[in-house]
């Protein structure tokens, strides 16, 4: 199959089947993307072709489409979440097989660099991105590269909406909660946004048996936040400080807290409300092009604040994850939001950012 006229050297074309596929594509950052036929990608020596099943919408998705992100090539399909079953292996793979259930981490690792010899493929130097740096799951099928090493069996009794939804706000929250932010039980931890990583964000630290408080400034997250775990919540359109409201509700402060959305304001509310010692994490996107904070370094310093960023998770992470997941401490499902079809898609994905619509948005119907 010929290729699609403008892509890049990361764009392959088609595996043979003898189709093309339908798929959600922009031609320009931030202009309105199309449902139309484009070239099938092909599987590389190392990777696999995996049939969409379920895709979510996400923010980075949103970013990505305004042109935050330097490793997208014009025109492009995003989509970084997604769950699906393998369709077309490259030569070199042997750990799966055709009609395998899978899923991935939004970072995929090379396997070869020094971050992923230590085991840390999601800092991944020569990383590759469904979605950013190649056509993502918008789209019937697309590409996994170094699938050996990036592939995710799934658990027969996990659907695919639900499991497009662990990529990357689910698997993200889950190491960002447990790695980064070392919660444990008893500990107070403030969630920053209740969207889909904030919600994971809530429902993780509860299920370690930690004290959580949502803050938002749309009722229907924070009512969702209360469902899946949250001691309290805070409107922030309803305090005057929000990091005081967080020191008065916590006796001092909290152990940890996550900015979960990616603004000026929500990360230095997760600092300035954290007590002596406490630990930041940053999982929401504060792109280059927006005006960053203005950190209160004289509290980072004298109080001996943890400030660490989380970028997504490794796909051999994702067992104790899945092992929560089916003992049943975690219940993702709860997230899911509405499901809708490729076509929905693109309205979903351009007004993202004035959605306050709660849990997670799926696409599932791709045909």
């Excluded at 969409?52 to 923010?59: D, L, T, W, Y």
């Excluded at 889909?196 to 993780?204: E, H, Y």
Aim: aromatic share 4%; glycine share 12%; net charge negative.
């Amino acid at each position: 199959m010929e290729r699609v006229p403008g892509t890049s050297r990361h764009h392959s074309p088609g595996f043979g089947f003898g189709i093309r596929m339908k798929a959600v594509l922009y031609e320009q950052f931030g202009a309105l993307p199309g449902l139309t036929n484009v070239a099938d990608p092909e599987p590389p020596p190392h990777g696999v072709i995996v049939k969409v099943e379920a895709s979510g919408v996400c923010r980075s998705d949103w970013h990505g489409w305004l042109g935050h992100d330097p490793d997208i090539c014009l025109p492009h399909v995003p989509g970084h979440e997604f769950a699906g079953t393998v369709l077309a292996l490259g030569s070199e793979v042997r750990g799966c097989q055709r009609g395998d259930r899978v899923t991935v981490p939004f970072v995929c690792g090379c396997g070869t660099c020094a971050q992923c010899r230590s085991g840390n493929q999601q800092v991944c130097t020569r990383q590759t991105q469904p979605g950013f740096t190649h056509w993502g799951s918008f789209a019937e099928y697309v590409a996994v590269h170094h699938a050996d090493l990036n592939l995710v069996p799934l658990p027969d009794e996990l659907d695919y909406a639900t499991a497009a939804s662990l990529g990357c706000r689910f698997a993200t929250s889950f190491r960002a909660v447990v790695d980064q932010g070392r919660v444990t039980a008893g500990e107070w931890v403030a969630v920053h946004g209740c969207g889909g990583v904030g919600l994971s964000a809530v429902m993780i630290a509860r299920a370690l048996d930690a004290r959580v408080i949502a803050i938002d400034i749309a009722e229907e997250p924070l009512r969702l936040a209360l469902v899946v775990g949250a001691e309290a919540t805070i409107d922030g359109r309803h305090v005057a400080d929000v990091a005081e409201a967080i020191n008065e509700l916590t006796g001092g402060g909290a152990h940890v807290s996550m900015d979960a959305l990616g603004s000026p304001a929500t990360c230095v509310n997760s600092l300035q409300c954290l007590r002596p010692r406490g630990r930041h994490i940053q999982v929401g996107l504060l792109p280059a092009v927006l005006e960053g904070p203005r950190l209160p370094m004289d509290r980072i310093i004298g109080r001996e604040l943890e400030l660490r960023g989380s970028h997504g998770m490794q796909a051999h992470r994702y067992r104790d994850m899945l092992a929560m997941i089916r003992s049943g401490r975690l219940s993702p499902g709860k997230l899911l939001g509405r499901t809708i079809s490729l076509g929905e898609s693109i309205e979903a994905l351009t007004t993202l950012d004035r959605s306050t619509a709660a849990g997670v948005t799926v696409i599932t119907t791709f045909a």
